[in-house]
C-alpha cells in the first residue's frame, strides 16, 4: 500500500512534490526503493519519516570512505564514525526526533538507559557475517559503496525487512568512481518485481545549489 491514508507524514505530506510522492509511496509499497536522488531533494529526511511510521527498528549503514585520507585520528571507532551521522540527526530533527536518544550508542549510557533508541547506525566494515531482520534499511550514499561491498551488506537482508538504497550517480567519492557499484546494482534490480527505481532533482536549497549540480 501507498502512504497509509490520512498520515501527515510529519507534515511533509502536503508539500510532497510528485517525485517525492512516488518514492515515499514505493517505501510503503515495495520491499526495495533504489532513489538516484541529488543532494538537498529530501531523500534521507523522508526515508526516515517513513521508517518512524512503519515502525521497526531503523538500520543505518555508511561507507566510511574519508578514513583513508584523513589519516590517524585519535578515538574509537564509534567516535572516528559519528561524522558520517550529520545527515541522520538532521533528518531526525526534522521529524522532531532527538538524536541522543534515538540513535543506539554504547558510548551514551544514559540514553542506552531510557530505551528509546530506535535507530541503529553501523558502517559496512561490520556487516560481514550479521543478519538483518524485521527492520527498516538504509543504506546511505550508496555510490560511495563498491559492487562488493553492497553485495556484502544486501546479502545479509531477509525479507522481512524494508530497504531503502539512496544516493546518486555523480556524487561518488571514491578513489575511483568506475568502482562504485550503486548503477550496477540500480539496473541489476531495476525489473524485479518486489523494487522500485525512483529519482529526485530538485534541490530545495535553492538555485545556486541546483546550478552547481548541473556541471559536467
Request: aromatic share 8%; with cysteine.
Amino acid at each position: 500500500m501507498p502512504l497509509p491514508k490520512n498520515n501527515m507524514l510529519f507534515g511533509f505530506e502536503p508539500k510532497l512534490t510528485q517525485e517525492q510522492r512516488t518514492y515515499v509511496d514505493s517505501i510503503f509499497d515495495n520491499q526495495l526503493t533504489i532513489v538516484n536522488a541529488r543532494s538537498g531533494t529530501g531523500k534521507t529526511t523522508l526515508a526516515v519519516a517513513c521508517a518512524r511510521i512503519i515502525g521497526k527498528p531503523l538500520v543505518y549503514i555508511f561507507a566510511p570512505v574519508e578514513e583513508n585520507r584523513m589519516g590517524f585520528r585519535p578515538g574509537g571507532q564509534s567516535e572516528k564514525e559519528r561524522e558520517y551521522l550529520q545527515p541522520l540527526k538532521d533528518a531526525l530533527l526534522e521529524i522532531n526526533e532527538n538524536p541522543s536518544q534515538s540513535i543506539y550508542d554504547e558510548d551514551n549510557p544514559e540514553a542506552m538507559k531510557s530505551g528509546k533508541h530506535w535507530v541503529y547506525p553501523r558502517s559496512h566494515i561490520f556487516a560481514r557475517g550479521t543478519n538483518i531482520k524485521d527492520s527498516t534499511v538504509i543504506i546511505s550514499e550508496s555510490q560511495n559503496f563498491t559492487k562488493n561491498e553492497l553485495r556484502k551488506v544486501l546479502t545479509r537482508i531477509h525479507d522481512s525487512c524494508t530497504v531503502i538504497l539512496e544516493g546518486h550517480v555523480s556524487q561518488c567519492d571514491l578513489a575511483d568512481p568506475a568502482a562504485s557499484g550503486f548503477k550496477s546494482y540500480i539496473d541489476h534490480f531495476r525489473p524485479k518485481k518486489y523494487a522500485q527505481v525512483c529519482e529526485l532533482n530538485w534541490n530545495f536549497r535553492g538555485s545556486l545549489a541546483n546550478d552547481a549540480d548541473e556541471i559536467e
